[in-house]
């Protein structure tokens, strides 16, 4: 079943033509179509031997996997790259953990120690919808409250 998840997997991406996931979002609906096929261990499973695991998990959470290892995004935001720790970040808090709301709030503030090139507006203003808690709402209140957005 991992290998039929992977291939169908390469296919959806494919058909982007290089365009966003997040962008398009049939993608994210014929992704999750995939995930609840599969199930979500496979789903899980290819996420973390992906070579960009990080990225393949926070597209796969924001097209509705849950069930994630807490343990291994935390993992995943002690890392270096701000983009993969940011992303580690968003998918916490996508899942509802309060850790994910803690970090996401230092990004908010640019106090964490990575957020010196994440940009508030642009990149986590859209990423809040993919939140479905009203923390999120919260938080983008008050993202444009300090930013005046």
Known sequence: MYL???KK???LSKAL???NPEDEDWFLIELLK??????TNVA???AKNDSTAIYTTEILIKAG????DKTLLLQYT???DEYDVYGAVLCLAICGYIEGFELLDQFIDKTHRLSKNIDPISEIIGDLE???DKRAIIMEKRLRKIYNY
């Open 34 to 39: 995939l995930i609840t096929e599969y199930g």
């Open 44 to 46: 899980c499973e290819f």
């Open 17 to 19: 033509h290089g365009f």
């Open 4 to 6: 039929e998840f992977e």
């Open 9 to 11: 997997y390469t296919e």
């Open 130 to 132: 993919f939140i479905n």
């Open 78 to 80: 002690k890392g270096e």
């Open 65 to 68: 996997l849950r069930g994630v």
